[in-house]
């Protein structure tokens, strides 16, 4: 199977409220993750990484949170706005220094409602 | 912009077609990348080419054949492909492990 999976395929949020996408993952020696937006006829955007010698990394508007324990990794959005709504992906890459291939989830389509 | 462009965007052929996908990073990395995104499901890794050398095929079949003439182009050379292989296939660069750009697409149809 897979190595990094989402677990919800859909999110339907308010405008304004806060998002928390999720992604479990399950290879141990993965040491770097990151998450893409991919909206609508476009290339994956990167939004955030994080390595695994850190818990948390703030961007702005967005946090990535890792729990290295449970293998789980979460994105969260403040004050969710219509320009959010995209697929997110979450990806990881056992890193080494060289240039890596990611391993990407399934995605979560991340719906707004006004 | 991400720096990285593709073409063509959409591309319609026939599977005894023989066509050239066409990746371009203005960047300056080192690293490059080939992805196939089909419905509902992730996208996967297919080449990966450090500094020009090819140094990961993931199992791709050979109707697919990559070539990276220098570090600022890559190509994805498509011939007697199969209607499955239709699919958005997305190319992306990297100054070695860091952050990947990906390019906008070609959306593939094999008739």
């Known amino acids: 199977g897979e190595s990094v999976g989402l677990h919800l395929p859909t999110l339907s949020v308010q405008e304004g409220d806060n998002s928390i996408i999720n992604c479990a993952y399950s290879?141990?020696?993965?040491?770097?993750f990151i998450w893409y937006k991919q909206e609508s006829g476009k290339g994956p955007q990167f939004i955030i990484d994080?390595?695994?010698?850190?818990d948390k990394r703030q961007g702005q508007r967005v946090t990535v949170l890792l729990n290295k324990t449970v293998k789980h990794l979460s994105l969260q959005i403040a004050a969710t706005q219509p320009g959010d709504s995209a697929v997110y992906f979450c990806?990881?890459?056992?890193?080494?220094?060289?240039?890596?291939?990611?391993?990407f989830g399934k995605g979560t389509h991340l719906i707004i409602q006004p | 912009e991400t720096g990285v462009t593709q073409t063509p965007r959409h591309l319609v052929m026939g599977m005894t077609n023989k066509k050239s996908l066409k990746c371009e990073q203005h960047?300056?990395?080192?690293?490059m990348y080939w992805y196939k995104q089909s419905a509902k499901k992730p996208l996967e890794l297919m080449f990966v080419y450090n500094f020009k050398e090819q140094t990961e095929n993931n199992s791709v079949p050979s109707r697919f054949s990559p070539e990276c003439p220098n570090s600022s182009h890559l190509f994805l050379h498509l011939h007697t492909l199969q209607p499955e292989d239709s699919a958005l296939y997305l190319c992306?660069?990297?100054?070695?492990?860091?952050?990947?750009?990906f390019g906008p697409g070609t959306r593939l149809t094999v008739l």
């Open positions: 990806a990881e890459n056992i890193g080494g220094g060289g240039a890596d291939g990611l391993t």
């Open positions: 992306a660069s990297s100054l070695h492990s860091g952050e990947q750009f």
């Open positions: 994080i390595r695994s010698n850190m």
């Open positions: 290879n141990s020696a993965s040491d770097y």
């Open positions: 960047l300056g990395h080192n690293a």
